[in-house]
């Protein structure tokens, strides 16, 4: 059984930062590929990020380019997501997701990913 939990969650202001922390038990973490996805108030889950579990290749959703970055310790079994300069639009909760995706677009789609945690909650005054 694979289990992932989420933290780092929380109440910031505009322009503040945030960095989320997913860790991952049950099997070896270096066998998955992870990824960030967040869901708003009334809104339907997206992607947010993604990261291969071999190479290290990043894949991110345009509305955060530039200001959230990505990266996983295979040696704690911790994906991250360092997000800067955030924006009241950020709202949402973040939710992490293990898997085996193949291709670029199953990388930042739901249905590449078997595993999900329990979501943090990040809001961002204004």
């Known amino acids: 059984q694979v289990q992932l939990a989420e933290s780092g969650g929380g109440l910031v202001q505009a322009g503040g930062s945030l960095r989320l922390s997913c860790v991952v038990s049950?099997?070896?973490?270096?066998?998955?590929?992870m990824g960030w996805f967040r869901q708003a108030p009334g809104k339907g889950r997206e992607f947010v990020s993604s990261?291969?579990?071999?190479?290290?290749?990043?894949y991110y959703a345009d509305f955060v380019k530039g200001r959230f970055t990505i990266s996983r310790d295979n040696a704690k079994n911790t994906v991250y997501l360092e997000m800067n300069s955030l924006k009241p639009e950020d709202t949402a909760v973040y939710y992490c997701?293990?898997?085996?995706?193949?291709?670029?677009?199953?990388?930042?789609?739901?249905?590449?990913?078997?595993?999900w945690g329990q979501g943090t909650q990040v809001t961002v005054s204004s």
């Open positions: 990261i291969r579990r071999v190479g290290m290749t990043t």
């Open positions: 049950g099997r070896a973490f270096s066998f998955y590929a």
């Open positions: 997701a293990a898997g085996a995706p193949g291709a670029a677009n199953e990388m930042i789609r739901e249905w590449g990913y078997d595993y």
